[in-house]
């Protein structure tokens, strides 16, 4: 069973960085893609960006420029680094990993952001 642990969350001040990490309990590679995406309350899941196998990136519109994706294949860790950080950002931050049809979850990391 894929597992995924999310870890780097907390609080900071709007304008500051944060660098979220999700260690996988498997190389890599044998996933097609990877992702973050995010769940505020009373809002939906969204997609925040994801890196694929060969490393090819995709934001959200909302993340474009202040986010980065980013993978560590030795590690086995997907990061994401997010810069200028919103009171809007604030969210649940969860990792994804697909296996064709199959995604596998991380638990979450709270990230709270002050005005």
């Known amino acids: 069973q894929v597992q995924l642990v999310e870890s780097g969350g907390g609080l900071v001040q709007a304008g500051e960085s944060l660098t979220l990490s999700c260690a996988a309990s498997?190389?890599?590679?044998?996933?097609?893609?990877m992702g973050w995406y995010r769940q505020a309350p009373g809002k939906e899941r969204e997609l925040v960006a994801t890196i694929n196998v060969g490393g090819v990136t995709n934001y959200a519109g909302f993340a474009e420029g202040r986010f980065t994706i980013s993978r560590n294949n030795v590690q086995n860790t997907v990061y994401l680094q997010m810069a200028s950080l919103k009171p809007e950002d604030a969210a649940v931050y969860y990792c994804?990993?697909?296996?064709?049809?199959?995604?596998?979850w991380g638990q979450g990391t709270q990230v709270t952001v002050s005005s």
């Open positions: 498997e190389n890599i590679f044998n996933f097609n893609d």
């Open positions: 994804r990993a697909r296996i064709l049809f199959r995604h596998y």
